[in-house]
């Protein structure tokens, strides 16, 4: 019978695929049997180890072993013939040690994480008030191993597994704290969302609920290419932006990963800032991270947790291969990107949100309500404006007010493009009027327009003034909130754009 293991380094690194209710799961859990055209792929999760996988025909057969106990990548090709058979796998046994036996070696780390507030999660007064110490529906996200063999049973017998510590994300320790030269015992490095949630779901803190249905949890291209890993991958990539946070060697092959919970959050100490952030929450220093900058010569900690991504990446209007990437945000809501119709851009509006919101993007996209009775609670990790309670405390009637301002700036758009096509196809230099109405556009032409611009050589025809006036456009547009995040800078921008396109049309 036909059966082998996948090498690991032939496949994209395996993560742990769902939520397992504690965190890592401590015995095999099976995640998938997938027919492919060559042969039936089993894949299962659990901790570091030896596993076997077993198949058997029909409800009353006899188990049948497939391969060896010498599996460790928790995943298997088997003929194609048994797509409808019944498997299982065996797997190393749970065995817990506690977060003292960890401190004999990772004390820094362990010192840290007792300060936590996972650390806490079996001890506190909430927990204890709410009777979560005894029942047992509590007791898997709040110690270690319960229901295991070798794990929590008692606050009298097992105080040692008491509250959220090291085994809960990396899986059963003992093995490895007995012998850790062993590296088939190494405790997993998991940062896959799905390992947090384990615990932090449910309808009274859906946070994976809410994180796993965002942009921030799906990757849309590929990030393994060399031309991409280190470029996009700082801020498309999870596992990339965590290795360049920790200084580590790129995650080769492993890049595909989403923006996930420890990419923002520190599990294993308390930062400074609130949950755990890596970074505040709110800042008013200007920011950007180009293509081209080193990224541990660049990197300011003290930045907005948002602006450390959401920023214009060192886009110039002189620029000509393509338009702004689409995430000027930060830099917008600080009004500190943009072309002025003559001299420099004007100081910052003190109608900015970023000044008038303490918490400037998490105030209105990360809004939360506790659980109610019936009603599920909002940790506001879906980043999505799905309330308007926070306009309330500064505007009356916040949606008819946003509606009337996303359709000003939607129509400002619309007028800015307009003029610019009318410059393409009335105005442009004879070189260019091929390009019809994208003589104004850059070489790889932004969505606004599509396809292709004027060639690398042809920009030399494309006047500073429209340079300025596209550049400006497209900031207005890519921002994405039509003049919410900063609707006086938003108007600055477009009311020099349609400046420069006049002085153009007039010479």
Partial sequence: MAVFAVAA???SVQHLSRPITGGMPGVPVMTGVNKTPTNVVVTWDGPSGYYQLFMRTNLAGVWQALGGRTNTVRRAAVNPAHNQAFFRVSGPAPRYAGA???AECHRGVVTQAQATEHAAAFTSPAFAASGGQNNPSCLPCHTVGYGLPSGYVSTAGTPHLAGV????CHGPAALHAANSDDPISKPRVEIAGALCGGCHNDAHHPTYDEWVGSGHATVTEDMNPTSRISNCGRCHSGSVRLAMLKGDSLPSGDANHGVGCVTCHDPHKVTGNPAQ???PVASTNDYFLASSDV???KYDPAVNVCGQCHNHR???WTD?????HHSPQYNMMLGTVGAAFEGDLPPRSRYSHADLLEDQCVSCHMQSKPFAGSVPAK??????????DKCLECHAYPEILVEAVQEEYSWLIDYVKSGLDEWARNYAPEGLKKYGAKAWEYTRAGTLSGGSGPTATDQALVPDAIKKARFNLYLAYYDGSLGVHNPTHTAQLLDAAEELIRSEMNK
């Avoid at 000509?320 to 702004?324: F, G, H, L």
């Fill in 100 to 102: 003292q036996a960890c």
């Fill in 165 to 168: 510590q090291c085994e809960n």
């Fill in 9 to 11: 380094d032939a496949q």
């Fill in 277 to 279: 952030l890596r970074n």
């Fill in 379 to 388: 940790t506001g990790h879906n980043f999505r404006v799905t309330s308007y």
């Fill in 320 to 324: 000509s291969e393509r338009p702004p």
């Fill in 314 to 316: 060192g886009t110039k």
């Fill in 295 to 297: 990224f541990s010569t």
